[in-house]
């Protein structure tokens, strides 16, 4: 990939596009674009409008903007001194403006430019939220570059700022609007990758996608995923969340009513372009006449490469459908219309929650009866046949050696997980994803092996379960599993682009995520510092590899380690990786307490006791990489096994 500064990244990522994208309230419609900058957003809405006046600073970002989008007929653009001498002359013209941030250099027009919009017209503001959490937890202020002066709320002042969701409540209400829906982009409201609403928040665990400094260096104060969670069980998230987007109508207008609402909106778009998809949630009116709206679920391809993707899904369902008709798993209905795939919304409780609900109350029965039925549904009560690999199954998966002779399915869909099966008031299991279903023989056990990875990550992990043995009581062993992590990483190659995704631009910038106990390590707090010293006599260093996973370029491990001092004591370790050569990559360190590894281990007089780690650095598929713990002269090594 080029080398690309963060400014190219604002102006020309794609992805800066999601904001506004899945919103049904541009098509037909006279648009005013204010502080259009270099024209991120002017292009797509110019695609989904009647017309469009965008508004840049000045002569030169006019300049950019034409040359960026010559062929648009539907497209005006006026630097900021042509708009403010034709101000008056747009009275009434526009059903929507978009405000992208600036709210704070707009504060004193915001009244006026109500007078631009159309009856029924409508404001759409997005800007971020100086409450947002991931200011609390070290990240710099959006518009300062200073950490928690919003938080603070500014008490030295600023020449420009953002404001909370009470803030932007009060000034809209002051200027004459009335707000009609909050909208929660995450991670924040320049690149987002899902949008959330009141009516549809997050579920627990689904916010993890938090390394998006690629501005700035950071600090790691807590981990912003368990906080949300923490949020969200509390019912306060909208508060805390990093950005808003929010439509507004004059108060003085009739209500606007839209045929169409969103509640939700997921872009899977870091991927080949066949299978780059958007997911979104909308309510739906389908005539004047019905009351009552219903919601429905629809996926739509973002490029025209994706419509096979797509409109393969209704088959999918049928064929599924047939294949588990005696499993007790119900598929959602999927019809396929102008490249659109539609489902119904299914009401009800995953079966993830259901366990996190579990876990949070110590009630190891319920896991364990919940574990036992999706086994027996997915595994037990399904047809098999012999495992045969297939020139097919070595395209997605690559080419597989198993020691033994393994039971398949030859309708399977691999994304079987927790979090992906609904269970309703009436105890049915219904399927809502099976994006990713294949009509070729899959080892079953893969199937399994997925399901329990996935959770044991996103829920159990944190509450001290062994890995080991959860997939043993499912009777998968390690060299299995070590099968089975091959297999999900041919899998993600399969589905990558072969660029670098937005969310590890982090990485490619340089810039640094530091957690709170590097940063008093390097302050000389405490006893980490202990670590530095080269003369320390050390018996054995002693690790563990818990996971290895290629996700979107980049390699995560963790695990974890600690070293046996002569003296008594047993530490953390340094940890450091290198490419074939021998050279250092860029890697990120977290760390965490491993209670349960000390207990199992019978480990006294620590000193220390975060011996279990996460690492991330890049490093594509098939790159040879090793891994290395040290502490004073003694170090090991551990090497990727390709």
């Known amino acids: ?21 899945s919103l049904p309230i541009w098509q037909g419609k006279r648009i005013l674009e204010l502080h259009a900058e270099r024209g991120a957003l002017t292009g797509k809405l110019a695609e989904l409008a ?17 040359k960026r989008y010559p062929d648009l007929n539907n497209l005006t653009v006026l630097t900021e001194t042509e708009f403010a001498g034709k101000m ?10 978009l405000l992208f941030r600036k709210t704070f250099a707009e504060e004193k027009r915001l009244r006026d430019l109500g007078g631009l919009l159309r009856e029924n017209g409508m404001l759409v503001l997005a800007d971020a939220n100086r409450m947002g959490l991931k200011y609390f937890a070290g990240c710099k202020e959006a518009y300062g570059g200073t950490y928690f002066s919003g938080v603070e709320g500014y008490p030295e002042g600023a ?28 991670p924040d409201e320049t690149f987002p990758t899902a949008i959330y609403s009141d009516e549809h928040l997050p579920m627990r665990g689904e916010l993890n996608d938090n390394r998006r400094n690629f501005k700035w260096d950071r600090y790691q104060l807590f981990e912003e995923r368990l906080a949300y969670d923490s949020l969200l069980a509390e019912g306060v998230y909208p508060h805390f969340a990093n950005s808003f987007l929010i439509l507004a109508y004059r108060t003085d207008h009739t209500r606007p009513s839209e045929p169409k609402r969103l509640f939700y909106s997921k872009y ?24 009552l709206p219903k919601c429905v679920v629809t996926k739509v391809p973002l490029y025209q490469d994706g419509r096979t993707h797509v409109e393969q899904m209704a088959e999918k369902q049928q064929k599924l459908t047939a294949y588990y008709k005696d499993a007790g798993i119900r598929f959602c209905d999927c019809k396929v219309l102008n490249q659109t795939a539609e489902f119904p919304f299914i009401t009800g409780r995953t079966l993830q929650d259901l366990i996190e609900e579990a876990a949070e109350r110590g009630d190891q029965d ?28 070595e395209k997605v998966f690559g080419s597989m050696a198993f020691k033994e002779q393994m039971a398949a399915t030859e309708v399977t869909d691999i994304d079987l997980i927790f979090s992906n099966i609904i269970v309703d008031a009436d105890g049915i299991w219904t ?19 997925r399901g329990l990875y996935f959770l044991y990550h996103q829920v159990l992990a944190k509450r001290n379960w062994s890995f080991t043995e959860l997939m043993e009581q499912a009777g998968i062993a390690e060299p299995m599993q070590e099968s089975f992590r091959k297999m999900e990483q041919q899998f993600q190659s399969y589905l990558g682009s072969g660029e670098l995704p937005l969310r590890n631009m982090q990485r490619k910038f340089g810039t640094k995520i530091i957690p709170l106990g590097q940063e008093q390590a390097e302050a000389g707090w405490g006893d980490i510092h202990i670590r530095e010293e080269a003369w320390m006599k050390v018996k054995n260093i002693q690790f563990h590899i818990d996971r290895t996973d290629y996700q979107d370029g980049s390699v995560i491990c963790s695990g974890w380690a600690f ?69 004073g002269s003694c170090e090991k090594v551990y090497g990727e096994r390709i």
């Not at 008056?88 to 403006?97: K, L, P, V, W």
């Not at 020449?159 to 995450?186: A, F, H, N, V």
């Not at 899977?268 to 004047?288: C, G, L, P, Q």
């Open 159 to 186: 020449m420009d700022r953002c404001y909370s969701k009470k803030e932007y409540q009060t000034l809209l209400e002051k200027s004459g609007y009335q707000i009609l829906d909050w909208y929660y982009p995450y």
């Open 563 to 631: 070293a046996k001092v002569k003296d008594g004591r047993t530490l953390p370790v340094h940890i450091h990786a290198k490419d074939a050569a021998g050279n250092d990559l860029k890697i990120e360190v977290s760390r965490s307490r491993r209670a349960d590894v000390a207990q199992a281990l019978k480990i006294r007089h620590i000193t220390d006791p975060e011996f279990g780690f996460d690492c991330v650095w890049l490093a594509p598929p098939g790159e040879k990489w090793s891994l290395h713990f040290s502490l």
């Open 1 to 21: 990939m080029e080398e690309i500064s963060y400014d190219y990244l604002y102006h020309f990522a794609g992805a800066r596009e999601n904001l506004i994208a």
């Open 50 to 66: 009647e017309t469009v006046t965008a508004v840049t600073a000045d002569e030169e970002s006019k300049e950019a903007i034409e």
């Open 88 to 97: 008056q002359s747009f009275t009434g013209r526009y059903d929507r403006i």
């Open 268 to 291: 899977s778009d870091e991927r080949e372009k066949k299978f780059a998809i958007r997911t979104d949630i909308f309510e739906v009116r389908m005539d004047d006449n019905e009351n």
């Open 431 to 449: 399927v809502i994803d099976y994006e990713w279903t294949f009509l070729f023989p899959v080892p079953k056990l893969f199937v399994l092996y």
């Open 366 to 393: 319920k896991i364990a009866a919940i574990l036992e039925e999706y086994e027996k549904r997915i595994f037990q009560q399904t047809p098999e046949l012999p495992f045969e690999q297939t020139e097919s199954f």
